[in-house]
């Protein structure tokens, strides 16, 4: 059986096989992002075009983090119970992730198309940027329940130990949308609306992609109509350990709308346009790092599931080693060389000159974001979810969203004071969930007779 592998595999082996997938298609979604961008960058509004998407990011990012509630909170509990040999319990995770996320999307879609304009207006949309926005918005939408379904379930593919599947998942979208993205924004005239136009039609095809798979008779879970009725005592057990990467990704929707309003205020349209390139470069860092978290939560999950707590403890220094030094080294180059990414999205003098200078000052507290992430995994991989939880909620709203608006007032730097408030609290998040997270494996974690820490 495929997910055998999880228990016998080496683990530097097994870690490559499954993250290095994940790992590249993480890079397809980022390349696809980043395109997507630059194509609407090159309109002939571009700069404005670009302060518009970024106004809808936050909509976007609320979306995705339902995925992170029903998709990353039952998964890793479907790995535990295949490591104690209890797929029965396992694919009733699975079910009723399913039916949450169908519920959802459908909520989610009937509410922001009602009260869509309200919405930007309260995001920071302007009179010039509101036309472009609602343009896109109402299209991106309408896919919701597409995002949701292939994102949630593809969790689930990875958690078998089907790495493959899942990057295929996220390739087949990624690369679809790419291609259609000139077609609708410039070939037929679409702009904006062209670009959630190609990305409904990408995320459809991996809807169908995934759905087909989990319905089929490859892998060891699968989606059956008796798991799909709701049950309490799953659907809590789902919630509690998907509040983390849920409110981590709400979280992130609620710090774009704080974000851009402050750098509006003190820099305008120009200064929101910069700030969407500003997280489109984080999402550059975060989405390799990301890949590895996938690829270890399956080992994670199955071996502290059948107790063997040497496979976790090695896995957990592996991929904290990988993704402290790639961090280290794209902060470094980003810090470096910051106009040469700004001019990737658009060469317009003023937004480089600009947004060069605020990346700098943005980024330069990312090379924590390896180890925070493989702490944030390692805690919902265990089924601790309440400890990822209080790490993200101290981060964002202890420490990062009051920064966004004292900063400004204290340093008089403008939309350079606002940035700075990231890195510090990226820095400050690090250094308390390092101390902490010591302490925790070793109670979590006891070495076993007859084995080595």
């Not at 209890?86 to 399913?98: I, P």
């Not at 036309?131 to 329940?145: C, E």
Request: overall charge positive.
């Amino acid at each position: 059986m495929e997910n055998q592998k999880l228990a016998t595999w080496r683990i530097p082996k097994l870690l490559w096989s499954l993250a290095f997938p994940a790992i590249c298609a993480q890079i397809v979604t980022l390349l696809y992002n980043l395109v997507d961008r630059i194509y609407i960058g090159q309109m002939q509004d571009g700069a404005i075009a670009m302060a518009a998407i970024g106004i809808c990011a936050p909509i976007v990012t609320v979306v995705t983090a339902f995925t992170g509630l029903f998709g990353r909170g039952g998964s890793p509990h479907a790995a535990i119970h295949m490591g104690r040999q209890d797929n029965r319990t396992a694919e009733k995770f699975l079910g009723n992730s399913l039916s949450m996320l169908l519920i959802t999307s459908v909520l989610i879609t009937v509410g922001v198309l009602a009260l869509k304009s309200p919405i930007l207006r309260i995001f920071g949309a302007s009179d010039q940027t509101l036309p472009y926005a609602d343009s896109y918005l109402t299209i991106y939408i309408v896919g919701t329940i597409f995002v949701q379904i292939t994102v949630g379930m593809n969790y689930y593919i990875t958690s078998q130990g089907f790495a493959k599947t899942a990057m295929i998942t996220t390739m087949l979208g990624a690369v679809l949308n790419m291609a259609l993205d000139p077609l609708f924004i410039f070939a037929m005239h679409m702009g904006v609306a062209g670009a959630a136009l190609a990305t409904v039609i990408s995320q459809m095809a991996s809807f169908v992609w995934v759905l087909l798979f989990l319905m089929g008779k490859k892998p060891t879970l699968r989606v059956r109509r008796e798991n799909l009725r709701p049950d309490w005592k799953t659907l809590k057990q789902i919630i509690i350990l998907g509040s983390a990467p849920f409110f981590m990704s709400a979280s992130e929707g609620v710090l774009h709308v704080c974000f851009n309003r402050q750098v509006y205020t003190f820099g305008g349209d120009l200064a929101v346009g910069a700030m969407t390139i500003l997280f489109s470069m984080f999402q550059f860092v975060l989405l390799p790092v990301e890949g590895v978290a996938q690829g270890s939560q399956p080992i994670i999950g199955y071996n502290y599931g059948s107790g063997a707590y040497h496979r976790v403890r090695a896995i957990i220094r592996l991929a904290l080693t990988a993704n402290s030094i790639f961090t280290v080294i794209v902060t470094a180059v980003v810090v470096l060389f910051p106009e040469l990414f700004i001019r990737i999205f658009n060469s317009d003098p003023q937004l480089v000159d600009l947004g060069g200078r605020m990346l700098q000052i943005y980024i330069f507290g990312v090379f924590t974001t390896g180890a925070n992430s493989t702490f944030q995994q390692t805690y919902n991989s265990l089924g601790e979810g309440g400890k990822s939880f209080f790490f993200a909620f101290y981060r964002k709203v202890i420490l990062l969203i009051p920064l966004i608006y004292i900063l400004p007032n204290v340093l008089r730097w403008g939309v350079f004071a606002v940035v700075l408030a990231e890195p510090i609290s990226d820095i400050l998040t690090a250094v308390t969930n390092a101390v902490y997270f010591r302490r925790f494996l070793k109670k979590k974690l006891p070495v076993e007779e007859g084995s080595y820490a």
